[in-house]
């Protein structure tokens, strides 16, 4: 069964940078928060792009964080992970 994906943007202190971010909700409980790349510290491939800064149970990666083109591809990804499919 699938689960009902919402985002509430929130913005994230990050080293005083990239702090445009947006809280992933499933079911209403948080389950990743995901940062826009938009500081210089970044190559201009990656600018605009959002991170996954903290993913929560199934949702947590500990080995390469991935990125997305919008936050909806994030939800995408979070509902796979959430579904227990491999991502």
């Known amino acids: 069964m699938p689960f009902d994906i919402s985002f509430q943007p929130m913005r994230v202190l990050i080293d005083g940078h990239d702090s445009h971010g947006t809280l992933v909700l499933a079911d209403g409980q948080l389950a990743a928060v995901i940062v826009r790349l938009d500081s210089e510290h970044h190559g201009p491939e990656h ?3 959002w991170n ?11 080995i ?8 909806e ?6 509902q796979t992970r959430l579904a227990g499919e491999a991502a």
């Open 47 to 49: 600018r605009g792009l």
């Open 52 to 62: 996954l800064e903290a993913g929560f149970g199934k949702c947590d990666v500990r």
């Open 64 to 71: 390469a964080s991935p990125v997305f083109k919008t936050p």
């Open 73 to 78: 591809d994030a939800g995408a990804w979070v």
